[in-house]
């Protein structure tokens, strides 16, 4: 079954979608799902308050979450918050080495990005005040591959024209490095895990797709099987596809009582 969606955005994301056989680029108010491509948060909260599904590429910390809530309550709508850029599947990543790994006493992902000129989203497509969000809603995951349940810090952020730091005390960092129309490889995460027996490093290279900076491809990649879930899912919660192989209830959006969609 063809779904329809509405993309609300321009640039390489939303060409893909119009391009993908499996859904149809249509308005809002004919859509099933909104995708949402926009540093707007409040475009979100009005698309829900409206009955629609979103799907929105901005990380849950960048969203008014009580807003959102009661938008999803009034309209019987699901948020999808992805937090949906590369490093989405960097946190996948890391969740599947962090497994194999046992008694880690420190984790640092280092994100290599090489942004043109040309939009890449979000890294010259939103402010330097969205920004840090999408990096705070990754290293959540990152602590929470290598040590659990153990309790979280607020992450100390520091971003440069060079890059970023962020860090969850003394035992997990995420560090981001920008350059500008000069590597050979557009996109690389390298994985550290030390522990008490030694210190391991696992680097992943992706590649330009169709054309496409792998940065939005994986973006767009996380979009689009996003789709399905949101409209399989109870109203009023918000889901972030940050595990490896499923997706899970963000507690800090709850559905509404009572109702399931049929």
Known sequence: MITPIAVLGAGPI??????????????????????HLTADADEVVTQLRAGRDVVTALALRALPVDEVRAACRAGGSTLHATGGFGSAVAARLTRSLAAA???????????????????????????EDTLPAFYADALKVLHEAAFGDEPIESPSVAITDSGALHTL?????????????????????????????????????????????????????????????????????ARRDLAITYLRADDRLSAPSPGHRG
């Open 169 to 237: 005390g003394d035992r997990t960092a995420y560090r981001s490095i920008r350059t500008h129309g000069a590597a050979a490889v557009p996109l690389r995460y390298r994985l550290i895990i030390a522990t008490a027996a030694g210190t391991s490093t696992a680097t992943v290279d992706f590649h330009p797709t169709d054309a496409l900076h792998p940065a939005d491809h994986l973006t767009y990649r996380e979009l689009l099987t996003a789709i399905g879930p949101i409209q399989a899912a109870a109203p009023g919660i």
């Open 14 to 35: 939303a060409d893909r979608f119009a391009k993908n056989s499996d859904v149809v680029v249509t308005e809002p108010d004919s859509a099933a799902v909104v995708i």
């Open 101 to 127: 790994a046992r008694e880690i006493t420190r984790i640092e992902l280092i994100e290599e990005i090489d942004v043109p000129g040309d939009p890449v989203f979000p890294w010259n497509t939103v402010s």
